[in-house]
């Protein structure tokens, strides 16, 4: 079972390719308006997402308990979340 920040991780991960794969499309689109005569002078389409929400169903089997000064992955936590 992977754990959440491995999960978010590779979610992320998955954004950030669709951002990229999107940026080359709009290349793709900007190269057919610079060879289109009536096209040539007018702006690419494009849009912003400043939010996406996701639905993510979750279950959780169950949880690991860690020492107070350690994460359960073996790192270091803050003095300040303590």
């Known amino acids: 079972m992977p754990f959440l ?3 978010l991780g590779h979610l992320l991960g998955e954004v950030t390719i669709a951002r990229m794969q999107a940026d080359l499309e ?3 689109v900007a190269e057919l308006y610079a060879s ?6 007018m702006p690419v389409p494009h849009f912003r ?3 996406i929400d996701m639905d993510i169903p979750v279950v959780i089997h169950g949880v690991e308990n860690s020492l ?3 994460s359960s992955r073996g790192g270091t936590v ?3 979340l303590l």
């Open 5 to 7: 920040g491995d999960y």
């Open 26 to 28: 709009t290349m793709r």
């Open 36 to 41: 289109h005569p009536l096209l040539k002078h």
């Open 49 to 51: 997402a400043p939010q």
């Open 68 to 70: 107070p000064e350690h």
């Open 78 to 80: 803050s003095s300040e």
